[in-house]
Each structure stands twice: as C-alpha cells, then as structure tokens.
C-alpha cells in the first residue's frame, strides 16, 4: 500500500513538473555562429561540382520557451575564432573557419547571460555545432544517446564529458506540450537530430542540423561521403520531408549560406 502511494506521488509530481514547464515558443532567434569557405564542394555532394569552391553559413538559433526558459540548438564553431580575422583551416574537410562574432556577445546583446540558457540541444557533435558548449555549464545538453556514445570514443571530446546530459532515444516532445519535438535523423553521425519548433505566427519550421547542408543536395537527396551511415542517412531525408509534408513546415538548412542569409537575424526573431 505505502509501495502504491509512493508511486501515486511519484507519477503526480512528475505529471506537475511536466504541467510547470509547458507552454509554446514564443521567440526564435538566428544567431550568426560562423562561415566557412571550402575549397570543393563536392565532399558533400559526391561527383557533384568537383573543385567547386563553396561558402557555408553556420547558424545558433536561441529559442525561448514560456515554460522552460531559454534553449539553444547549436553553438557554431569554437568562439575563439572570433579572435582570428583570417579564420582557421580545417585540413580534413578543406574548410577556412571564420566567426565574425562570438555566440556570447550575440547572446549578451540580447540581454541573455550564459546562466539563462537551461538547455543546449545540439544536432551533432562535430565542432561547427558543439564549439560552444563549455561556455554553458549549467545547460543541460539534450543528446541522442548514440551520439553521445559515439562522441565519448572521439579522441578529442566535443566538450566536457561532465556536462549535465538528457540522454534521448528516438523522437521526443521535449516539454510535453508539441513545441519542440526532438526527430532522431541519424546517418550523418550515429545519434543526429533534427528539431521541430511550433511557432504561433510562423508555423512549423525544421532546424536539420546537417541532414542535408546545401539546397541542391537537399532537393536532390545527396549524401556527403564522409556521412556515417548512407542508408540511415536516406532514410532520415526521408522522414524529415514526411514530416514537412505533415506538418506544411519550412525546412532550414543550417549550413545553406544563400537560405540563412535570406532569414531575419537576432535582433529581429520569428514567432
Ligand atoms: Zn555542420
């Protein structure tokens, strides 16, 4: 009896902590974390525009939710390059780094402070999306599990292996009310996500991560050769383009220059 009751409170807190944090999103920012130049384009869209030099966009979006604060999907790459006018070369992916700024003045000329973001989400763990985290100790990181496991064996952890970590498995409504739903789109690395963020005024919107980095390899579904898994990364366009179909979202490709450059930046937002 007393083994019931105690469960009763568990599953009535639990349901309370759930109803303290639901609301909807109110605010979406676009935060400029960086860009790239790289030599040849077609590292990521195999045979396709060989030798063809290209331009990446890099973004952070700071989302505020009514219930749970501030959340940010992605950090871009390392603030320390804001500290270097020429950028850094990348030698493996042939790509020059630059930021024009760095992810906490953006966030300060907000008027937000490292300590009121609660929850760092983050698509994957390659350095133009995680180059950050360490900036956030109180964060908690959202992470699939499989990312998680996979970015423990890297020989350089992406960041703090202490972080305060929400390790997900598969798709999650994050806050239980529809706002922000986690899709697992693995096939780029092992554990990479995608987020869904219900917006009031502007709808549907699919942040992809790099499930697909330009227009045109989006469009015609190519799959860059260094991706982890190609089948899974098929199958994760895939799904992503049910859901869009589903929901009449937008889909934004973090690392498509001309697609960002035409969103509204902070301090303009969406909601
Ligand atoms: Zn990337």
């Not at 950090?75 to 493996?92: E, F, W």
């Not at 907000?110 to 009121?116: N, S, T």
């Not at 989400?121 to 908690?140: I, K, L, M, R």
């Not at 990364?233 to 889909?251: C, N, P, T």
Request: glycine content about 6%; proline content about 5%; some cysteine.
């Amino acid at each position: 009896m007393a083994k019931m009751r105690s469960l009763l409170l568990t599953v009535i807190l639990l349901v309370v902590a759930a109803a303290a944090r639901a609301g909807e999103v109110d605010r979406l920012y676009v935060i400029d974390c960086g860009w790239a130049h790289a030599a040849d384009q077609s590292l990521w869209s195999p045979g396709v525009n060989v030798g063809i030099p290209i331009d990446f966009s890099d973004n952070c979006y700071l989302i505020h939710h009514t219930g749970a604060g501030y959340l940010l999907w992605d950090t871009g790459i390392t603030d320390r390059l804001a500290a270097l006018p020429s950028g850094q070369l990348v030698q493996a992916t042939g790509q020059t780094w630059h930021r024009s700024q760095t992810l906490v003045a953006a966030l300060a000329a907000l008027g937000v402070k490292p300590a009121d973001v609660r929850y760092i989400a983050v698509s994957h763990v390659h350095p133009d999306h995680v180059g950050n985290v360490d900036q956030f100790p109180e964060a908690t990181v959202v992470i699939q599990k499989a990312e998680w496991d996979y970015a423990l064996k890297l020989p350089v952890k992406p960041f703090n292996p202490e972080h305060n970590a929400q390790l997900i498995e598969g798709d999650k409504d994050l806050f239980d009310d529809g706002s922000l739903t986690i899709l697992s789109t693995p096939g780029h690395t092992p554990g990479h996500q995608s987020l869904l963020v219900r917006l009031k005024k502007t709808g549907y919107v699919v942040l992809s991560g790099d499930a697909a980095h330009f227009e045109a390899n989006w469009a015609h579904r190519r799959i860059p050769a260094f991706n982890s898994d190609k089948a899974q990364s098929a199958a994760s366009m895939e799904k992503i383009a049910r859901i869009i179909a589903a929901k009449h979202a937008q889909l934004w490709i973090n690392h498509d220059k001309p697609s960002s450059e035409a969103l509204r930046h902070a301090p303009e937002f969406y909601e």
